[in-house]
C-alpha cells in the first residue's frame, strides 16, 4: 500500500532563512508520481509541482527547489529566502498505479510559520 | 479560467440531518475527486467521478455518496450526520482519468455538525 510520511508537523523560521520540508514515500509501484500543494488559511490547495517517477532530476522554481531521490524514496521542498507569505501547510502526496485514476495519497502536512 | 468552485462555503448541520455539497470543476475537466480533510485524520480521499461514472472510492461508509452531472459538476451527500463528520471538505478538478494529472482544488465546505 502507498504511504506518504512528512515527519515535520511544524517549522517556524525567521523570513530569509531557508527551509527545507522532508517528505519519505512508500509504493510497491515503479510507475508514480509526487506532487506538493501549499494549503493557506483560505482552505484551497494550491498545487506547486509534480514529478515522476523515472525523473529524478532536481527542479529550481524561484525561490522553491525539490529534490528527488528514488534511492531514498524522498522528495525534499526547499524554500531560499522565506517570506513571511510563504507561511502556510505544505502537503507532500503521491499517485500510483495501484491507486488508479487521479487519486491522490497525502501526508500529514507540515505547517510552516515565517515570522518576520 | 474559473477555478473550482465549491458552495456552500460553511454549514451548519445537526447530528442526524444530511447535507449535500456542490462541486464546479475548472470548464472542460471531466475528473471530479471530493476529499476530507479533519485536524486527526488529515486529508482522505473519498471518492472520485469521471464522466459521471465513479471511478474510486475510499474507506469511508456508506453514508457518503456522490454523483456527478453531465457538465460535470459534482454533488456529495452525507446522510444520518455525525459529529465526527465535521470537516473541511475539498473537491479537485483534474482534465482526465491518469494518475499524472494535476488536481486542482477548490477552498472547499467546512462542515461543522453540532
Known amino acids: 500500500a502507498q504511504k506518504v510520511t512528512q515527519a515535520q508537523t511544524e517549522i517556524s523560521v525567521v523570513e530569509k532563512e531557508d527551509v527545507t520540508l522532508d517528505c519519505v514515500y512508500e509504493?510497491?509501484?515503479?510507475?508514480?508520481?509526487l506532487f506538493w500543494y501549499k494549503q493557506p488559511p483560505s482552505g484551497e490547495l494550491v498545487f506547486l509541482i509534480r514529478r515522476n517517477s523515472f525523473d529524478e532530476q532536481n527542479e529550481i522554481s524561484g525561490r522553491y527547489s525539490w529534490n528527488f531521490q528514488k534511492s531514498t524514496s524522498s522528495f525534499n521542498f526547499t524554500i531560499t529566502a522565506s517570506q513571511v507569505v510563504d507561511s502556510a501547510v505544505y502537503f507532500c502526496a503521491l499517485s500510483d498505479e495501484g491507486t488508479s485514476g487521479s487519486r491522490l495519497t497525502f501526508g500529514e502536512g507540515t505547517q510552516l510559520t515565517v515570522n518576520p | 479560467k474559473a477555478g473550482v468552485t465549491q458552495t456552500p462555503r460553511y454549514l451548519i448541520k445537526t447530528r442526524g440531518q444530511q447535507v449535500t455539497l456542490s462541486c464546479s470543476p475548472i470548464s472542460g475537466h471531466r475528473s471530479v475527486s471530493w476529499y476530507q480533510q479533519t485536524p486527526g485524520q488529515g486529508l482522505q480521499f473519498l471518492f472520485e467521478?469521471?464522466?459521471?461514472?465513479?471511478?474510486n472510492k475510499g474507506n469511508f461508509p456508506g453514508r457518503f455518496s456522490g454523483r456527478q452531472f453531465s457538465n460535470s459538476r459534482s454533488e456529495m451527500n452525507v446522510s444520518t450526520l455525525e459529529l465526527g463528520d465535521s470537516a473541511l471538505y475539498l473537491c479537485?478538478?483534474?482534465?482526465?482519468?491518469?494518475?499524472?494529472?494535476?488536481?486542482?482544488f477548490g477552498q472547499g465546505t467546512r462542515l461543522t455538525v453540532v
Open positions: 467521478y469521471f464522466s459521471e461514472t465513479q471511478r
Open positions: 509504493t510497491r509501484d515503479t510507475t508514480y508520481y
Open positions: 479537485a478538478s483534474s482534465p482526465g482519468w491518469v494518475m499524472n494529472t494535476e488536481a486542482f
